[in-house]
């Protein structure tokens, strides 16, 4: 073989060698980039945490959801330049989020931990209140000022909202866990950690059988 065709068939080999990294490489990087996104809201508490702050909440019947409106929990409020609450969630909740000017999300991927979907669109996400606001009224908001309402139908810093499936959330409306659970097992341990954990800190009671169905899911828990 001359000199000249050697030299172009390493040359060609080289190219090819290249050629197919650059296809690996890309694969990988579509492989992260159809990761789903994982919604965790913060302040999720262990097991043994939750266990404890169960024992301590305070069973007693249901209150009455007479005088309950959503417009006495204002929410969604500006809570950093021109984001809403809403906003927030869904740029922490999902991934690749891109947002306009005014903070409205134009796309991204949203993974809903209640049924296990993902989402393209943000119109297909509700952003759920884990403890819902009818079911907080009944359960002592209705005596709280409307500051502590919005404060509470806005809390960031517990797990009280978390982008889901919108007819998922819509289906939950303001059952507690004796009456409606995630659809995914899988992730009722963690969805009764959340429960638990929200009424405990802002200081809501619970119906015994709330309590049982919440016994029961934490359980579930490793």
């Given amino acids: 073989m001359s000199t000249t065709a050697l030299s172009t068939r390493r040359n060609l080999r080289r190219h090819v060698v290249a050629g197919v990294a650059t296809a690996l490489a890309a694969a990988c990087l579509a492989v992260v980039n159809a990761s789903p996104a994982s919604a965790t809201p913060p302040g999720i508490p262990s097991k043994a945490t939750a266990q404890s702050q169960l024992n301590a909440l305070t069973v007693a019947a249901q209150g009455s959801t007479s005088g309950y409106s959503r417009d006495l929990f204002p929410h969604w409020i500006t809570v950093s330049g021109s984001c809403n609450t809403r906003e927030q969630v869904l740029k922490r909740d999902g991934s690749s989020v891109v947002v306009d000017s005014s903070c409205a999300a134009t796309?991204?991927?949203?993974?809903?931990?209640?049924?296990?979907?993902?989402?393209?669109?943000?119109s297909d996400v509700?952003?759920?209140?884990?403890?819902?606001?009818?079911?907080?009224?009944?359960?002592?908001?209705?005596?709280?000022?409307?500051?502590?309402?919005?404060s509470f139908a806005n809390d960031l810093s517990r797990p009280q909202l978390i982008a889901v499936t919108d007819n998922v959330n819509q289906a939950k409306g303001d059952q507690d866990p004796s009456t409606w659970q995630p659809p995914l097992s899988s992730y009722r341990c963690t969805y009764s950690k959340m429960w638990i954990t929200v009424k405990y800190n802002w200081g809501l009671t619970l119906q015994s059988s709330e309590k049982s169905a919440l016994q029961s899911m934490l359980n579930t828990c490793s």
């Avoid at 796309?107 to 943000?122: H, I």
């Avoid at 952003?127 to 005596?143: F, N």
């Fill in 107 to 122: 796309s991204g991927r949203w993974y809903s931990p209640y049924d296990g979907a993902t989402w393209t669109a943000a």
């Fill in 126 to 150: 509700d952003i759920d209140h884990v403890v819902p606001l009818a079911e907080a009224w009944r359960s002592g908001a209705s005596s709280w000022t409307t500051s502590r309402r919005q």
